[in-house]
C-alpha cells in the first residue's frame, strides 16, 4: 500500500460517493414503496465492477495500470454501491411491518446484482477473448 495508493481510491470514493447521491435523488420520484434508488445503485454498480475488473486485467487486450483499477474497483465502486443502506431500508421496512416488500428488496437486490456483475463480467469476457477472472488480487476482491 501507497500514499499513492491511498490518494487514487480517495478521489474515486468521492466520485461515487457523488454518482451515489445524485442517482438516489434521480430515483426518488419512484422510490416509494420500494427503495429504487439502492437497487439501482446496486445493480448498475456491480456491472460496472464486474465489466471493468474483466475487461482491463493485466493478462487481458484491455490492461490499465493497478491504480487505475484501485480507482475504479474500489474508489468508485465501493464509494458508489450501497450495501450498508440496503441493509437499513430493509430493516425499517421489516420493522414497519412490510416484510413481503423487504423480502422483494433482499430478493432484487440479490438476483439483479449478482445477474448485473455476471453479464458485465460476460461482455468484458467477450471483449477481452474470453477471460474467465475479474479480480487479479485479494484487495479487488474486497471491494
Do not use: K
Amino acid at each position: 500500500m501507497s500514499f499513492t495508493n491511498c490518494l487514487v481510491v480517495m478521489l474515486g470514493g468521492a466520485l461515487g460517493t457523488l454518482a451515489r447521491y445524485l442517482v438516489s435523488w434521480l430515483a426518488l420520484p419512484i422510490s416509494g414503496q420500494l427503495p429504487w434508488g439502492t437497487i439501482i445503485i446496486n445493480v448498475t454498480g456491480s456491472l460496472l465492477i464486474g465489466f471493468f475488473g474483466t475487461l482491463t486485467l493485466a493478462q487481458g487486450r484491455y490492461p490499465v495500470s493497478e491504480g487505475l483499477r484501485l480507482f475504479v474497483m474500489i474508489g468508485i465502486c465501493g464509494g458508489y454501491t450501497t450495501f450498508s443502506s440496503f441493509s437499513l431500508q430493509t430493516l425499517d421496512l421489516l420493522r414497519s411491518g412490510a416484510v413481503f416488500r423487504a423480502a422483494i428488496n433482499i430478493a432484487a437486490s440479490i438476483a439483479l446484482c449478482t445477474a448485473a456483475v455476471a453479464a458485465g463480467h460476460l461482455i468484458a469476457s467477450y471483449l477481452n477473448l474470453g477471460e474467465v477472472r475479474i479480480a487479479q488480487t485479494v484487495l479487488e476482491e474486497d471491494a
